[in-house]
């Protein structure tokens, strides 16, 4: 099992930016998939990016294409969520998560899952 803590949420104006972080312990990683998810109130939760550990290679919803960037730091076993031109309905709590293989596609599946952490945008 893999331990997943966030981090970086926050109050941020419309048209700001922030950084969310995951930090990943409990297992060697090398074969996983990390991925980072929302939920807004009253919604289900929702696909947002993905990247394998190894090769980094990265697969985003279409929603966030352009504005969210993924990417990881293999030393300090962390994910990241750069999110920019944020609006009001990026409000959410959003989660990390990782699954046990390479499948980079598949939106689904995800097998640990972090606390999450608030992200509020005011209009």
């Known amino acids: 099992q893999v331990q997943l803590v966030e981090s970086g949420g926050g109050l941020v104006q419309a048209g700001g930016s922030l950084r969310l972080s995951c930090t990943a312990s409990?297992?060697?990683?090398?074969?996983?998939?990390m991925g980072w998810f929302r939920r807004a109130p009253g919604k289900e939760r929702y696909f947002l990016a993905a990247?394998?550990?190894?090769?980094?290679?990265?697969y985003y919803a279409d929603s966030v294409k352009g504005r969210f960037t993924i990417s990881r730091d293999n030393a300090k076993n962390t994910v990241y969520l750069q999110m920019n031109s944020l609006q009001p309905e990026d409000t959410a709590v959003y989660y990390c998560?990782?699954?046990?293989?390479?499948?980079?596609?598949?939106?689904?599946?995800?097998?640990?899952w972090g606390q999450g952490t608030q992200v509020t945008v005011s209009s």
């Open positions: 990247v394998t550990w190894i090769g980094g290679a990265t």
């Open positions: 998560a990782a699954r046990p293989d390479t499948a980079l596609f598949y939106t689904s599946g995800y097998r640990d």
């Open positions: 409990g297992r060697t990683l090398s074969s996983y998939t």
